[in-house]
Nanobody, 120 residues
């Protein structure tokens, strides 16, 4: 099994910054894609950003130029640096990891979510 531990959420004013972290542990031989999703009240969960093992990134249009995703493969950790935060960035942010154990099948794991509130 794989466990994800997220941290870094909180309350921030518009224009402020936060950095989210997500550390993966457990039966991990290889991690392909690591990503962040978010879900605002009354809305569907949406992809915010994702990064592959070779560093290729993908961002939602709404966060391009403001958010930066990165990963430390040695630590099995993914980060999301969020800058110039807006009210509409308020949501629960979920870490998502596609991994496999040695000789195992690929599977997807979700974090427990961390709340980000942008408010003045």
């Amino acid at each position: 099994q794989v466990q994800l531990v997220e941290s870094g959420g909180g309350l921030v004013q518009p224009g402020g910054s936060l950095r989210l972290s997500c550390a993966a542990s457990g039966s991990i031989f290889q991690i392909a894609v690591m990503g962040w999703y978010r879900q605002a009240p009354g809305s569907a969960r949406e992809l915010v950003a994702a990064i592959t093992s070779d560093g290729t990134t993908n961002y939602a249009d709404s966060v391009k130029g403001r958010f930066t995703i990165s990963r430390d493969n040695a630590k099995n950790t993914v980060y999301l640096r969020m800058s110039d935060l807006k009210f509409e960035d308020t949501a629960v942010y979920y870490c998502n990891v596609h991994s496999r154990a040695l000789l195992g099948a690929w599977h997807e794991t979700w974090g427990q979510g961390t709340q980000v509130v942008v408010s003045s």
